[in-house]
């Protein structure tokens, strides 16, 4: 394989993710590689205000680290940091990054581009001092020709970016800071495939046969007119499935688009069940010769949404069981990885999600290759506002000047992915209520409809009719009705709920010709391992949403039964339970899939980050993720909680969550309590019993025969910590991570469920620690240290791998307890 692009070669050898493998193509010995990153070696200076303001020098100070990178996250939590609650208490700034490259002398008859998936937020950017451009957004990518600005040969070239985040507070959670996803430099023959340059669409699917339609734009930027050969082949793994080829002759300076029909026999259709993908290389040739080569990933399905029976996929109707999800990777920050990405989703498969929410702005391009492979069915989401601000400093500032070239960037870059189902054009947009909003909202989606027909779109209204609730039952009144003026305009495809979960039965009724989507629902609220013991006992919200929690429960948790919601929302199983009731409802997104930083509902400070997550910060699971896995899945699933360390005597409720069986039985140290069976619409079973010291064990029968057995026992002073990791083997590639749990354990081996140890860590060998965190949404302990406060007896540390091969040998050690150490290989 030939790499054209000779780079210093520390970031020459990380190649993106679009290599080929030989048997690809006969030609692969001619193939160029356009794409290669360009995340290592970066200077980086944080300004302090009141010394540097918004200059950089010779005496400016810089260390040196790679990209993406999340300044914010290093920070320290401040009860005064003007980013606020909402923005997690950690502080933006403005900063710069610089980097030295040299380009290869034969490159200079090439176009050089280079690539920014996202910088939070105002970027500026400087190649050899030319000025490059601004992008405000930090969610979008955006791309700079840089070729007419090089130097070529021995001679450094010097590229400059500022990162202006320092006007705050601009979210309404936490965004991070700089240039927090991948950048790539990209280097093509002046005839090449645009960026973002296909478009494929499958718009006849069969058994028996699919039609591909792939538009591709080629750009000819040579000062003559060329003639070429555009052949496009279809790829499903190492084996070639169909291709075509033309001749073209483009005039100097000019571009081109082109349509191919291509029929693909007896198609493997993507579903979120087998998500099956398809290769379409697209090669362009002059006398013979490739000089360009693209590559695009699609998948083959045929879905629609039904006014009658909801989501139809492939012919088979499915019901939407989704997340939103926010761009933040716990004790990660924002600084994307794709290893990080992968476990999030990996957890949420295991809980039976099929769906993602990219709430509330365009997502890293790695999440969407990976529900892609995974089978997550995708709510891409471009806005949390439009022309009216949320926060003071946000995008509603530059709404004017950069809504429709983000928007259009988002479409063309994210369109071929075939887990993208449907567009959303806008989250809780306050203009949703006014002519202005229905306004922009038609123009919205004339831009959506102009760069993809094939979804349809939609916008998350809250609500999309008004609550008219009966005070006594908080059931929906079918009077005086009022629809919500974008839902009523005929604009979008589909209607949005964000909440209003007792409106949804009546949807048909309201909507009589616009299928149905809970665009977000739920809000339910939990601290992980944390209970009341007696559950219909806790403290709620008031049914006002603008009223304080102000008896809430001590050191700022909340319960983990499934009884605490925002005044806006709904317990899981409440809106679960309307939802799973009617086909006509094509599914959800429930707030959310995993906490985030920022957003503390329902309290203030001390509380740093959300505690809205199915799943915490740490990625450990709260109780209520088995309700859903009981219920998402059709794996054998029993689960009983809380644990089982009180006081004697004192009254606790045991619940379980089960499946697959007739009823449940619960034993205390041999005794039997009692069976209890799941009636009607019920999703959990409860006893309430009081403390006695020893073993909690819980039976499912089915048929009368054992389906599962669970036991819970009672815990003595915390004694030892063990060790465990996701993947005991890592790539040495400086990227790939490995997540391990510590778990605090007393001389028996059983997890002590209040233990609350500080943990201190050191690791030996080409690695380092990147991330601790116990999902406590009151720690102000950082992140990116090593050591961090247990909640609940448990405690997470993330290692990364060097660039050299070898034994990666992590230690934990708090007082009075025995140390643990756990050996990763990277290799």
Same mark, same amino acid.
């Given at each position: 394989?030939?790499?054209?692009?000779?780079?210093?070669?520390?970031?020459?050898?990380?190649?993106?993710?679009?290599?080929?493998?030989?048997?690809?193509?006969?030609?692969?010995?001619?193939?160029?590689?356009?794409?290669?990153?360009?995340?290592?070696?970066?200077?980086?200076?944080?300004?302090?205000?009141?010394?540097?303001?918004?200059?950089?020098?010779?005496?400016?100070?810089?260390?040196?680290?790679?990209?993406?990178?999340?300044?914010?996250?290093?920070?320290?939590?401040?009860?005064?940091?003007?980013?606020?609650?909402?923005?997690?208490?950690?502080?933006?700034?403005?900063?710069?990054?610089?980097?030295?490259?040299?380009?290869?002398?034969?490159?200079?008859?090439?176009?050089?581009?280079?690539?920014?998936?996202?910088?939070?937020?105002?970027?500026?950017?400087?190649?050899?001092?030319?000025?490059?451009?601004?992008?405000?957004?930090?969610?979008?990518?955006?791309?700079?020709?840089?070729?007419?600005?090089?130097?070529?040969?021995?001679?450094?070239?010097?590229?400059?970016?500022?990162?202006?985040?320092?006007?705050?507070?601009?979210?309404?959670?936490?965004?991070?800071?700089?240039?927090?996803?991948?950048?790539?430099?990209? $280097?093509?023959?002046?005839?090449?495939?645009?960026?973002?340059?296909?478009?494929?669409?499958?718009?006849?699917? $069969?058994?028996?046969?699919?039609?591909?339609?792939?538009?591709?734009?080629?750009?000819?930027?040579?000062?003559?007119?060329?003639?070429?050969?555009?052949?496009?082949?279809?790829?499903?793994?190492?084996?070639?499935?169909?291709?075509?080829?033309?001749?073209?002759?483009?005039?100097?300076?000019?571009?081109?688009?082109?349509?191919?029909?291509?029929?693909?026999?007896n198609p493997i259709l993507w579903s979120d069940e087998k998500p099956e993908l398809y290769t379409a290389v697209t090669e362009i040739l002059v006398d013979d010769k490739i000089i360009d080569q693209y590559k695009t990933t699609f998948g083959i399905r045929d879905f629609k949404f039904d006014l009658n029976k909801g989501f139809i996929l492939n012919g088979k109707q499915v019901k939407i069981k989704g997340v939103c999800m926010h761009h933040d990777l716990g004790p990660l920050g924002s600084a994307i990885n794709t290893r990080a990405i992968e476990r999030q989703l990996e957890i949420l498969k295991e809980m039976g999600v099929n769906g993602i929410r990219t709430s509330?702005?365009?997502?890293?391009?790695?999440?969407?290759?990976?529900?892609?492979?995974?089978?997550?069915?995708?709510?891409?989401?471009?806005?949390?506002?439009?022309?009216?601000?949320?926060?003071?400093?946000?995008?509603?500032?530059?709404?004017?000047?950069?809504?429709?070239?983000?928007?259009?960037?988002?479409?063309?870059?994210?369109?071929?992915?075939?887990?993208?189902?449907?567009?959303?054009?806008?989250?809780?947009?306050?203009?949703?209520?006014?002519?202005?909003?229905?306004?922009?909202?038609?123009?919205?989606?004339?831009?959506?409809?102009?760069?993809?027909?094939?979804?349809?779109?939609?916008?998350?209204?809250?609500?999309?009719?008004?609550?008219?609730m009966n005070e006594v039952t908080l059931q929906f009144e079918k009077k005086n009705v009022q629809i919500n003026p974008i839902a009523a305009s005929g604009v979008l495809d589909l209607i949005g709920y964000n909440y209003a979960h007792q409106t949804y039965s009546h949807h048909q009724e309201n909507f009589p010709k616009t299928p149905f989507i809970a665009t977000e629902t739920t809000s339910g609220l939990q601290t992980r391992g944390y209970y009341d013991a007696v559950s219909d006992t806790i403290k709620k919200w008031p049914v006002r949403w603008d009223l304080k929690f102000t008896e809430g429960n001590p050191g700022n948790t909340v319960s983990s039964y499934d009884?605490?919601?925002?005044?806006?929302?709904?317990?899981?199983?409440?809106?679960?339970?309307?939802?799973?009731?009617?086909?006509?409802? @094509?599914?959800?997104?429930?707030?959310?899939?995993?906490?985030?930083?920022?957003?503390?509902?329902?309290?203030?400070?001390?509380?740093?980050?959300?505690?809205?997550?199915?799943?915490?910060?740490?990625?450990?699971?709260?109780?209520?993720?088995?309700?859903?896995?009981?219920?998402?899945?059709?794996?054998?699933?029993?689960?009983?909680?809380?644990?089982?360390?009180?006081?004697?005597?004192?009254?606790?409720?045991?619940?379980?969550?089960?499946?697959?069986?007739?009823?449940?039985?619960?034993?205390?140290?041999?005794?039997?309590?009692?069976?209890?069976?799941?009636?009607?619409?019920?999703?959990?079973?409860?006893?309430?019993?009081?403390?006695?010291?020893?073993?909690?064990?819980?039976? @499912?029968?089915?048929?009368?025969?054992?389906?599962?057995?669970?036991?819970?026992?009672?815990?003595?002073?915390?004694?030892?910590?063990?060790?465990?990791?996701?993947?005991?083997?890592?790539?040495?590639?400086?990227?790939?991570?490995?997540?391990? $749990?510590?778990?605090?354990?007393?001389?028996?081996?059983?997890?002590?469920?209040?233990?609350?140890?500080?943990?201190?860590?050191?690791?030996?060998?080409?690695?380092?620690?990147?991330?601790?965190?116990?999902?406590?949404?009151?720690?102000?302990?950082?992140?990116?240290?090593?050591?961090?406060?247990?909640?609940?007896?448990?405690?997470?540390?993330?290692?990364?791998?060097?660039?050299?091969?070898?034994?990666?040998?992590? $230690?934990?050690?708090?007082?009075?307890?025995?140390?643990?150490?756990?050996?990763?290989?990277?290799?």
């Amino acid at each position: 394989m030939q790499i054209k692009n000779k780079l210093i070669s520390r970031y020459v050898l990380a190649l993106a993710g679009i290599i080929f493998l030989n048997s690809c193509t006969k030609k692969q010995d001619a193939f160029v590689n356009r794409k290669v990153s360009f995340n290592a070696d970066w200077s980086f200076h944080l300004n302090d205000s009141l010394v540097d303001k918004d200059t950089i020098g010779t005496s400016t100070k810089w260390r040196t680290l790679d990209v993406p990178h999340d300044w914010s996250i290093e920070g320290k939590f401040d009860e005064k940091s003007p980013a606020g609650y909402g923005g997690g208490s950690l502080s933006g700034g403005l900063s710069w990054y610089k980097k030295t490259f040299k380009v290869a002398a034969e490159d200079s008859t090439k176009i050089t581009s280079i690539t920014f998936d996202g910088v939070y937020r105002n970027s500026e950017v400087w190649v050899n001092g030319h000025y490059l451009g601004k992008r405000p957004n930090g969610y979008i990518g955006f791309q700079y020709q840089i070729s007419p600005y090089l130097h070529y040969g021995d001679k450094n070239n010097e590229i400059i970016v500022k990162v202006d985040n320092s006007k705050q507070p601009n979210s309404r959670w936490y965004s991070g800071s700089g240039i927090f996803r991948n950048v790539w430099i990209e $280097t093509t023959d002046k005839l090449h495939v645009g960026q973002w340059g296909t478009y494929i669409t499958t718009p006849k699917v $069969t058994a028996e046969k699919a039609s591909v339609n792939i538009e591709t734009r080629v750009q000819n930027d040579h000062l003559a007119s060329k003639k070429a050969k555009i052949v496009t082949t279809i790829y499903k793994e190492d084996s070639k499935v169909t291709s075509s080829s033309r001749e073209i002759t483009l005039t100097k300076k000019s571009s081109i688009l082109l349509n191919e029909r291509l029929e693909v026999e007896n198609p493997i259709l993507w579903s979120d069940e087998k998500p099956e993908l398809y290769t379409a290389v697209t090669e362009i040739l002059v006398d013979d010769k490739i000089i360009d080569q693209y590559k695009t990933t699609f998948g083959i399905r045929d879905f629609k949404f039904d006014l009658n029976k909801g989501f139809i996929l492939n012919g088979k109707q499915v019901k939407i069981k989704g997340v939103c999800m926010h761009h933040d990777l716990g004790p990660l920050g924002s600084a994307i990885n794709t290893r990080a990405i992968e476990r999030q989703l990996e957890i949420l498969k295991e809980m039976g999600v099929n769906g993602i929410r990219t709430s509330h702005n365009p997502p890293a391009p790695e999440l969407l290759d990976l529900c892609d492979k995974m089978g997550f069915i995708v709510m891409d989401e471009a806005f949390d506002m439009w022309k009216t601000n949320k926060t003071k400093y946000d995008y509603a500032n530059d709404w004017d000047k950069w809504h429709k070239q983000d928007l259009i960037d988002q479409l063309r870059r994210d369109r071929n992915h075939p887990s993208i189902f449907i567009w959303s054009i806008g989250n809780e947009i306050p203009d949703q209520w006014s002519e202005t909003g229905v306004k922009i909202a038609k123009e919205l989606a004339a831009i959506v409809r102009l760069n993809d027909k094939t979804r349809p779109l939609t916008a998350a209204m809250n609500p999309p009719v008004n609550m008219n609730m009966n005070e006594v039952t908080l059931q929906f009144e079918k009077k005086n009705v009022q629809i919500n003026p974008i839902a009523a305009s005929g604009v979008l495809d589909l209607i949005g709920y964000n909440y209003a979960h007792q409106t949804y039965s009546h949807h048909q009724e309201n909507f009589p010709k616009t299928p149905f989507i809970a665009t977000e629902t739920t809000s339910g609220l939990q601290t992980r391992g944390y209970y009341d013991a007696v559950s219909d006992t806790i403290k709620k919200w008031p049914v006002r949403w603008d009223l304080k929690f102000t008896e809430g429960n001590p050191g700022n948790t909340v319960s983990s039964y499934d009884q605490v919601q925002a005044p806006w929302g709904s317990t899981h199983e409440a809106t679960w339970k309307v939802v799973k009731k009617y086909d006509f409802l @094509s599914g959800m997104y429930i707030w959310t899939g995993f906490d985030y930083i920022g957003e503390p509902t329902p309290y203030e400070w001390p509380s740093v980050s959300s505690y809205f997550g199915i799943v915490d910060l740490a990625g450990f699971p709260k109780d209520v993720y088995y309700m859903y896995q009981s219920e998402w899945t059709t794996k054998d699933v029993l689960h009983i909680f809380p644990n089982w360390n009180w006081k004697a005597g004192q009254t606790v409720d045991i619940w379980a969550y089960y499946n697959n069986a007739d009823e449940v039985e619960l034993f205390v140290n041999g005794k039997s309590v009692g069976k209890r069976a799941k009636k009607g619409d019920d999703l959990h079973v409860m006893w309430r019993i009081p403390f006695e010291a020893g073993t909690l064990k819980v039976i @499912s029968r089915k048929g009368g025969k054992v389906v599962l057995e669970k036991e819970i026992k009672t815990a003595g002073n915390p004694s030892q910590l063990k060790l465990t990791a996701d993947r005991s083997t890592i790539k040495a590639d400086k990227t790939d991570l490995s997540f391990v $749990t510590v778990d605090i354990l007393d001389a028996n081996g059983i997890l002590a469920p209040n233990a609350n140890n500080e943990i201190n860590f050191s690791l030996k060998g080409n690695g380092k620690i990147v991330g601790v965190c116990s999902g406590d949404p009151v720690s102000h302990e950082s992140y990116k240290g090593t050591k961090h406060t247990a909640l609940a007896g448990k405690c997470l540390v993330i290692v990364q791998s060097g660039d050299k091969s070898g034994r990666l040998e992590l $230690t934990a050690k708090a007082n009075g307890l025995k140390q643990a150490t756990i050996v990763i290989t990277a290799e």
